[in-house]
Structure formats: structure tokens, C-alpha cells
């Protein structure tokens, strides 16, 4: 059977977007909205909340700047002299103590070697007999000359004699009154004569030559031996060791009887007018210290400058020393060995930007730092870059803006986060 329909009946569509179903898409829309926002700009970074109290804060400042770096610095005397043992020995008796105001040349010890004291007289005696040789041989030089002039002056007068025959009988041979033979023999004999001066004349010229260079050689080998003499002598005078300057013996360290050998440390002498400190230094600055450097510390309520005499180049260690001395005032009873902690400017006085020094530099080396935000309730991990610095401040090299405050207390416990939460306790 048919269903029929009325003229009164309609058909009714269904509707599609009923008020449950935008609500429900609305719904969506937002959730989905949410999300992505989260995704896209939401912060994820870690967070800790920290108790404002246990941190400590400071301002980013713009300020005048010096570099310095503390140094250790030990008290030394401007000048100390050494005593080593010259010649070895026993020690025979000691004249001074330690702790002793001494004079140069002042008697401080001596020292006793037997081997060494007939080995000196053996060789003295050795010189003595040479110096004797030498001087025979001298004398007899001398001798010699004085022979062969004494030859030359009997020639001269035999000579002279002949000459004076010969002039007489060449008269009388002259008018035949003497045999020709005769007169002939008077010629040969003034002729032999003649030329045994000339011969005595020219040996006596090359012995007295040859006399000149032998003394001449002789002399200077005698002053070599008188010097040789001198030395050995002060062999004998080094086993008496005096005070090469005046000053304090701050060390004498033997006994009685006691063996020293040539070179051994004996003790040492401090000249205490005048005072120096010496200070290691890290080898990173040794490019950055020079002479003229000025340093200054604290003692009692007063401060000192000091000056960089002299930096020594050798590196042990790990560091290497330099040599200080006072500009001006010298701290009352200053004592050898005295420690001073000194403050070494590395630069001039220039205008930075600054943090102070804090235990954040541990974590983090000076790369990154919390700077505290608008409120100053939340602190934000920032990278910085630091410049050089003293014992007071780091200089900002980038990263750091003039009046923002950063967290400068220890980073030990935060870790890898990125955001402090500061709480009120």
C-alpha cells in the first residue's frame, strides 16, 4: 500500500553547521591556534627559582680602569754577597757568628790544608832555584861583557902602542938608519893589529845584541816567575776568608774541624741599607712586564710604591722573577724575607665599562653571565665577551650595556639553565 501526501505536507532539510558543531569547530580552532603559538613562540627555556637572598647582584658601570694584576713579593738586601771557599780545608777556627754587623776585610774563618802548604813551599822552592839560574846565567852575561870590552881596551892600547912604533921607524927607515926587514915586521904586526880590533869590534856589536835580547828575555821570565810567586802566595792567603763588604753575616753554617772543599758554599753577607722585593710572576704576562712598571701594597694602614728594576727572562715553572725596588718611603723595620701582597698595574688608567669580580667566572670563563630583566624578578643567560681585568673588575667587552645589573655570586649550582626565577624568601 501508497503513501500519500497531503498538500499541506513540506520537506524539512537537515541542516549542516548546527550550533554544537561551530562551537565544537570554534573549539578546535583555538586548541590548534594555541599550539601552534606554543610551537612557534613559546619559551622553552629551563627555569630555576632561586631565593633572592643567596645571590649577589652588582650594576654594569662605565668607570675609569687599570689593569693589575697581585703579585707575591719576598723581601730581599739591595746587594748579597756569597762566600765560597776559595782553596778547601778544615775549618781551624771561625771568627764571627751569624747575625753579625761585619766590616770589609774583616777576619771571618780559616782554614787549615796541609797537602796544600807543602805543595806551595815545594813549588816556591822550585821558583827560587830558577830565579837563582836566571840570575847566574845574568851574571855571567854580565861577566862576558865586561871581558870582551876589556879585550877590546888592551887591542886598543896594543894598537895604539904599534901605531906609534910604526910612525918612529918609518922615519928611520926613511933615511936607511933600520933594516928594511925589521921595518916590515913593525908593518905586519900594526896590520894584524888593525884587523883584530875590527874583528873584536864587530863580535863585541853582536854579543852585545845578542846580550840585549837574553836580558830582555830573561827579565820578562823572571817577572813571570815573581807573578807565578804572587799567586801561589795567595793560595796560601785565600785559606783566611774575609768580608768582601760591609754588612750582616746572615749565614755561617760549619763546626770546628769540618771539612770544606774548594767551591762549597761557606755563608753570605747582606748589605741591609738598602732593600729590594722579588716577585714571581705567571709566564702569560712575561710579554706584558717591563722595567718602570709601578706597583704598590699595604702594610699597617700605609701604602708604598714600588718599580720594576729588573725582569729576569728565564722561565721555571711556570713563571719567571723580577726585581722591585722603593720610589719613595721604605716600610719601618722592614726584615729580610718579609712578604708583601702587591698590586702590579700592567696598563694605564683608561675609561671602560666594568663588573666587579665574582664567582661566576668560575662556571662560566667569562663567556656568558644572568642579567637581571625589567623588575629585576627574573634573570636571563646572556653571552658576553670580557676584556682584561684587576683584582677589583673585569672589563665588558661586548654583550653589557651601562646600568643593567647582572649576578655576579657563584654559578655553581644552575647548571645548563637559561632563566632564574628570583624569590622573595
Known sequence: MGLRMSGMDKIVKKK???????????????????????????????????????????????????????????????????????????????????????????????????????????????????????RNTKLAMEEKRISLEEQLLEIDYQLQEQRDLFDRNQQLADHKVIAEEEFERIRYRLDYLTRRKHLAVQSYRQDSIFRTQQIRQLEGSLSRMEATMEVVQQRLEDLVVRAPIAGQLTSLTMEIGELKTQGQRLGQIDKLDRYKVRASIDEHYIRRVFPGQEGEFELSGDSFRLVVHKVYPEVLNGSFEVDLMFSDLVPEDIRRGQTFHIKLALGRLVEALLIPRGGFFQQTGGKWIFVLQAGGEVAVKRPIRLGRQNTQHYEVLEGLEPGETVIVSSYENYGDIDKLVLKQQ
Not at 21 to 46: E, M, Q
Not at 80 to 93: H, I, K, N, Y
Not at 108 to 124: F, H
Open 16 to 134: 549542516t553547521w548546527t550550533a554544537g558543531r561551530l562551537t565544537a569547530l570554534g573549539l578546535g580552532i583555538v586548541f590548534v591556534s594555541l599550539v601552534l603559538y606554543k610551537l612557534l613562540w613559546g619559551d622553552f627555556s629551563t627555569k630555576l627559582n632561586v631565593e633572592s637572598a643567596r645571590i649577589s647582584t652588582a650594576k654594569v658601570i662605565r668607570d675609569d680602569f687599570q689593569e693589575f694584576i697581585p703579585i707575591t713579593g719576598n723581601v730581599l738586601p739591595i746587594e748579597t754577597v756569597f762566600l765560597d771557599a776559595v782553596e778547601g780545608g778544615v775549618v781551624e777556627r771561625i771568627y764571627a757568628e751569624e747575625g753579625q754587623n761585619v766590616e770589609a776585610g774583616d777576619t771571618l774563618l780559616r782554614l787549615g790544608n796541609t797537602g796544600l802548604l807543602l805543595s806551595i813551599l815545594q813549588q816556591e822552592t822550585q821558583l827560587f832555584e830558577q830565579v837563582n839560574n836566571l
